[in-house]
């Protein structure tokens, strides 16, 4: 069973930086793709970013030179940078495990709130 906690969420102001942190139990970490998504009210939950176990990374367009998403396969944790943040970026984000391709497994979600 694959259980991620994340942390890390909070308020800050527009140009500001947060890092959240997923902490993963389980024994495949190391092997399966990590993601980022994020949901804002009204809207569809979204990639934001993901790393596979090779330590390739994908970025959503939006955050591209902002963010970046890194993985510690010794410690099970993902972690997400956020610089220069936007009040675009207020959402509720959420860790995510890949299984066989698919977004299998999802944290209980951060809330990050960007004020303009």
């Known amino acids: 069973q694959v259980q991620l906690v994340e942390s890390g969420g909070g308020l800050v102001q527009a140009g500001g930086s947060l890092r959240l942190s997923c902490a993963a139990s389980?024994?495949?970490?190391?092997?399966?793709?990590m993601g980022w998504y994020r949901q804002a009210p009204g809207k569809q939950r979204e990639l934001v970013a993901s790393i596979t176990s090779g330590g390739s990374t994908n970025y959503a367009d939006s955050v591209k030179g902002r963010f970046t998403i890194s993985r510690d396969n010794a410690k099970n944790t993902v972690s997400l940078q956020m610089n220069s943040l936007k009040p675009e970026d207020t959402a509720v984000y959420y860790c995510n495990q890949e299984f066989r391709g698919e977004p299998r497994y999802w944290g209980q979600g951060t809330q990050v709130t960007v004020s303009s």
């Open positions: 389980g024994l495949f970490f190391s092997i399966r793709t």
